[in-house]
Protein backbone atom coordinates (compact mmCIF):
# COMPACT_ATOMS: atom_id res chain seq x y z
CA UNK A 1 0.00 0.00 0.00
CA UNK A 2 1.24 3.55 -0.94
CA UNK A 3 1.99 6.06 1.94
CA UNK A 4 -0.98 8.19 3.69
CA UNK A 5 -0.31 11.53 2.59
CA UNK A 6 -4.02 12.62 1.81
CA UNK A 7 -7.15 11.97 3.71
CA UNK A 8 -10.61 12.67 3.67
CA UNK A 9 -13.57 12.17 6.91
CA UNK A 10 -16.84 12.27 5.71
CA UNK A 11 -19.61 14.03 7.50
CA UNK A 12 -19.64 16.98 9.34
CA UNK A 13 -21.03 16.70 12.49
CA UNK A 14 -19.38 16.72 16.08
CA UNK A 15 -17.58 13.42 15.29
CA UNK A 16 -16.48 13.06 12.11
CA UNK A 17 -14.82 17.33 12.58
CA UNK A 18 -13.32 16.33 16.02
CA UNK A 19 -11.10 13.19 14.04
CA UNK A 20 -10.61 15.81 11.37
CA UNK A 21 -8.66 18.53 13.47
CA UNK A 22 -7.25 15.81 15.35
CA UNK A 23 -5.67 14.40 12.34
CA UNK A 24 -4.56 17.68 11.85
CA UNK A 25 -3.14 19.14 14.66
CA UNK A 26 -2.55 16.36 16.96
CA UNK A 27 -0.54 13.50 14.93
CA UNK A 28 2.19 13.55 13.10
CA UNK A 29 1.07 16.43 10.93
CA UNK A 30 -0.87 15.51 7.48
CA UNK A 31 -0.31 17.89 4.77
CA UNK A 32 -3.68 18.23 4.52
CA UNK A 33 -7.33 16.81 5.56
CA UNK A 34 -10.16 17.33 3.65
CA UNK A 35 -13.69 17.28 5.68
CA UNK A 36 -16.74 16.47 3.44
CA UNK A 37 -19.99 17.57 3.96
CA UNK A 38 -22.96 17.53 2.29
CA UNK A 39 -24.76 20.63 2.70
CA UNK A 40 -23.11 23.18 0.59
CA UNK A 41 -24.17 25.87 2.81
CA UNK A 42 -22.55 24.39 5.85
CA UNK A 43 -19.67 23.87 3.98
CA UNK A 44 -19.21 27.69 3.18
CA UNK A 45 -20.10 28.74 6.89
CA UNK A 46 -17.48 26.53 8.46
CA UNK A 47 -14.83 27.23 5.64
CA UNK A 48 -15.63 30.95 6.61
CA UNK A 49 -15.44 30.53 10.00
CA UNK A 50 -13.46 28.11 10.95
CA UNK A 51 -15.66 26.65 13.07
CA UNK A 52 -18.33 24.15 13.24
CA UNK A 53 -20.33 26.48 15.58
CA UNK A 54 -23.40 23.92 15.68
CA UNK A 55 -21.66 21.08 16.73
CA UNK A 56 -18.16 22.21 18.42
CA UNK A 57 -18.18 25.79 19.33
CA UNK A 58 -15.22 27.01 20.50
CA UNK A 59 -12.91 24.43 18.81
CA UNK A 60 -11.13 26.17 15.77
CA UNK A 61 -9.87 23.98 12.55
CA UNK A 62 -6.86 23.93 11.89
CA UNK A 63 -5.39 25.55 8.45
CA UNK A 64 -4.94 21.99 7.19
CA UNK A 65 -8.39 20.90 7.02
CA UNK A 66 -9.81 21.70 3.78
CA UNK A 67 -13.96 22.30 3.69
CA UNK A 68 -15.97 20.69 0.71
CA UNK A 69 -19.51 19.42 -0.29
CA UNK A 70 -18.42 18.11 -3.62
CA UNK A 71 -17.76 14.60 -3.23
CA UNK A 72 -16.73 13.69 -6.51
CA UNK A 73 -13.66 16.16 -5.93
CA UNK A 74 -12.05 13.82 -3.09
CA UNK A 75 -8.98 12.65 -3.88
CA UNK A 76 -7.60 10.51 -0.64
CA UNK A 77 -5.38 7.90 0.05
CA UNK A 78 -7.73 6.67 2.90
CA UNK A 79 -11.53 8.02 3.43
CA UNK A 80 -13.40 8.01 6.73
CA UNK A 81 -16.70 8.05 7.17
CA UNK A 82 -17.97 9.89 10.05
CA UNK A 83 -21.89 9.00 9.38
CA UNK A 84 -24.51 7.14 10.57
CA UNK A 85 -24.10 3.28 9.72
CA UNK A 86 -27.27 3.43 8.86
CA UNK A 87 -25.91 5.83 6.11
CA UNK A 88 -22.83 3.81 5.10
CA UNK A 89 -24.26 1.84 2.07
CA UNK A 90 -25.59 4.47 0.33
CA UNK A 91 -22.25 6.62 1.28
CA UNK A 92 -20.21 4.00 -0.35
CA UNK A 93 -22.64 3.63 -3.59
CA UNK A 94 -22.57 7.57 -3.65
CA UNK A 95 -18.27 7.52 -3.55
CA UNK A 96 -18.68 4.64 -6.35
CA UNK A 97 -20.39 6.70 -8.36
CA UNK A 98 -18.33 9.85 -8.27
CA UNK A 99 -15.52 7.70 -9.00
CA UNK A 100 -13.81 7.83 -5.44
CA UNK A 101 -10.97 5.58 -5.04
CA UNK A 102 -9.51 4.58 -1.98
CA UNK A 103 -9.82 2.56 1.12
CA UNK A 104 -12.92 3.01 3.52
CA UNK A 105 -13.18 2.84 7.03
CA UNK A 106 -15.70 3.51 9.32
CA UNK A 107 -16.04 6.00 12.38
CA UNK A 108 -19.58 4.84 13.17
CA UNK A 109 -20.57 2.41 16.02
CA UNK A 110 -23.89 0.25 15.58
CA UNK A 111 -25.84 -2.57 13.95
CA UNK A 112 -27.00 -1.80 9.99
CA UNK A 113 -30.47 -2.81 9.65
CA UNK A 114 -31.19 -4.59 6.74
CA UNK A 115 -34.20 -5.69 4.32
CA UNK A 116 -32.98 -9.17 3.99
CA UNK A 117 -32.41 -11.71 6.73
CA UNK A 118 -30.51 -11.72 9.30
CA UNK A 119 -32.23 -7.95 9.63
CA UNK A 120 -28.86 -6.33 10.73
CA UNK A 121 -25.32 -6.28 9.86
CA UNK A 122 -21.75 -4.47 10.34
CA UNK A 123 -20.20 -1.89 9.09
CA UNK A 124 -17.69 -3.31 6.99
CA UNK A 125 -19.79 -5.94 5.38
CA UNK A 126 -22.68 -3.20 4.93
CA UNK A 127 -19.99 -0.92 2.99
CA UNK A 128 -18.24 -4.01 1.49
CA UNK A 129 -21.47 -5.12 -0.60
CA UNK A 130 -20.42 -2.39 -2.54
CA UNK A 131 -17.15 -0.65 -2.54
CA UNK A 132 -13.99 -2.98 -4.27
CA UNK A 133 -11.42 -1.56 -1.91
CA UNK A 134 -10.38 -2.44 1.65
CA UNK A 135 -13.08 -1.65 4.70
CA UNK A 136 -12.65 -1.35 8.18
CA UNK A 137 -13.66 0.66 11.39
CA UNK A 138 -11.93 2.25 13.66
CA UNK A 139 -14.05 2.24 17.27
CA UNK A 140 -13.39 2.98 20.84
CA UNK A 141 -14.46 5.33 24.41
CA UNK A 142 -14.11 8.68 22.48
CA UNK A 143 -16.29 11.91 23.00
CA UNK A 144 -16.09 14.33 20.24
CA UNK A 145 -14.84 17.47 21.91
CA UNK A 146 -12.30 15.73 23.72
CA UNK A 147 -10.61 14.12 20.66
CA UNK A 148 -10.42 17.86 18.96
CA UNK A 149 -9.15 19.26 22.50
CA UNK A 150 -6.40 16.79 22.14
CA UNK A 151 -7.40 15.03 25.79
CA UNK A 152 -5.51 11.43 26.51
CA UNK A 153 -8.09 8.98 24.59
CA UNK A 154 -7.50 5.45 22.80
CA UNK A 155 -8.83 3.92 19.69
CA UNK A 156 -9.04 0.03 17.90
CA UNK A 157 -7.81 0.21 14.65
CA UNK A 158 -9.58 -2.94 12.34
CA UNK A 159 -9.90 -3.63 8.46
CA UNK A 160 -9.91 -6.26 5.74
CA UNK A 161 -6.25 -5.63 5.06
CA UNK A 162 -3.52 -6.39 7.36
CA UNK A 163 -1.35 -3.22 5.91
CA UNK A 164 -3.92 -0.97 5.66
CA UNK A 165 -4.76 -1.56 9.50
CA UNK A 166 -1.00 -1.11 10.38
CA UNK A 167 -0.77 2.19 8.40
CA UNK A 168 -4.42 3.52 9.59
CA UNK A 169 -3.29 2.67 13.53
CA UNK A 170 -0.37 4.85 12.65
CA UNK A 171 -1.84 7.48 11.09
CA UNK A 172 -4.30 8.23 14.12
CA UNK A 173 -2.09 7.77 16.76
CA UNK A 174 -1.01 10.98 18.28
CA UNK A 175 0.80 12.46 21.38
CA UNK A 176 -2.59 12.33 23.28
CA UNK A 177 -4.29 9.40 21.43
CA UNK A 178 -3.45 5.71 21.51
CA UNK A 179 -4.50 3.96 18.23
CA UNK A 180 -4.44 -0.11 18.59
CA UNK A 181 -4.40 -2.46 15.50
CA UNK A 182 -6.73 -5.51 15.53
CA UNK A 183 -6.83 -8.26 13.06
CA UNK A 184 -10.81 -9.12 14.26
CA UNK A 185 -13.47 -6.61 12.48
CA UNK A 186 -15.73 -8.00 13.99
CA UNK A 187 -15.26 -8.02 17.54
CA UNK A 188 -14.42 -4.12 17.28
CA UNK A 189 -17.55 -3.56 15.34
CA UNK A 190 -19.61 -5.49 17.93
CA UNK A 191 -17.42 -4.26 20.68
CA UNK A 192 -18.63 -0.54 19.52
CA UNK A 193 -22.12 -1.57 19.28
CA UNK A 194 -22.68 -2.72 22.30
CA UNK A 195 -20.41 -0.58 24.38
CA UNK A 196 -23.07 2.16 23.48
CA UNK A 197 -25.82 -0.14 24.27
CA UNK A 198 -24.50 -0.41 27.96
CA UNK A 199 -23.48 3.16 28.48
CA UNK A 200 -27.30 3.82 27.56
Not at 28 to 40: I, N
Not at 105 to 128: C, I, Q, Y
Amino acid sequence: MQPIRKVAVLGGGAWGTAFAIHLAAHTHALPQVTLYMRSAAQARSIAASRENARYLPGIALPPRVAITSDLSSLRADVLFAATPVAELAALSRALAAGGVDAPLVSLAKGFVATPDEPSWTLAHRAMGKFWPHPVGSVSGPTFAVEVARGLPTALVVATTDDALTRDVAALVRGETLRAYASEDVTGVEVGGAVKNVLAI
